[in-house]
Structures are given as structure tokens and as C-alpha cells.
């Protein structure tokens, strides 16, 4: 396999760019994890924040203690799994990869995106990504860095 390593330099000062314009998103496709790790298409469970409970004056009340002693920390070493088990529940059949995912050329997570976009704000934060193209579609994916075990 053909591994490239592509250093970015990244200077805060020479981005004083327009903020681009993007169109608005759209989804394309939701899914939960249950307890288990195993994905459920569609909007089962989807909770909301009506404006109605913002009434009083905007004032919310959670208490965030609630139920920490029973929080179960997932390890997050699923990498792609879960999104890729959604892609596959997603296609139907003879549909090819770019068909599915309605012509996207990246693939990622959102967690990858965010700490990817943010580059430019937090210039000590390091990360590693793997590319793999596939069938014209390039999924991205995190490696784990000195810098992210040192922060866990």
C-alpha cells in the first residue's frame, strides 16, 4: 500500500481570507447506536429542544450531575465502523458507493471534520489522518498522536 505523509503548514496570520459560502447542509441520512455499538437507521429516539421550554426568559435548568455515577464511557475505537455499517444500510441494491452517498467525494466523521477545520484556531493541537480512496469516494479517518494520548 502506497503511504504518503503530507506535512501542512498552517499560518494564523496569512488566513485573513472572506469566509467562503457554502450552501445549506442537507442530510442526507440519520442513525443511533444502541448500547450494543449496532446502527439503527432513521430517527428513532431523535430527542428535541422545543423553543417552548426556553420560556422563562430563556433560563434552563439541567442538572448534570444526574446520573453521572452510571455515565458508561464508550471507547471510541470503532473508527469508521459505525458510519460504514450506515452506508452499507443505505444502498440499495446495484447502487454504486458515490450513488449512495448522494456524490460526496469525502468521507469522514464529524469529530475528524471539526478538529480538521479548526486547524487554523488551535496551532498546538496535532493529528494524523489516513486517506483511502474508494471507488472514487476518499474516506478519512484519525490515527491516534502523541499529542491526543497525552490529552486522555
Known sequence: MDQSVIKVPVDVLSNNQPFPRFPHPEVIG???????RRVVPGREGAK???DDALADGGAVY?????????FEDLI????????????????????????????????????????????????????EVVAARVKGVIFLCE??????????
Open 48 to 50: 428535541y429542544l422545543y
Open 30 to 36: 440519520e442513525f443511533k447506536m444502541t448500547r450494543d
Open 62 to 70: 439541567f442538572d448534570l450531575n444526574k446520573g453521572f455515577e452510571t
Open 143 to 152: 490515527r491516534e498522536t502523541e499529542f491526543w494520548r497525552q490529552k486522555t
Open 76 to 127: 471510541d475505537d470503532d473508527k469508521m465502523d459505525l458510519l460504514l455499517d450506515w452506508i452499507v444500510s443505505q444502498a440499495p441494491p446495484g447502487a454504486s458507493l458515490k450513488e449512495v452517498l448522494r456524490n460526496a467525494d469525502f468521507v469522514c466523521r464529524r469529530g475528524s471534520l471539526v478538529r480538521i477545520a479548526s486547524t487554523v484556531f488551535c496551532r498546538d493541537d496535532t493529528w
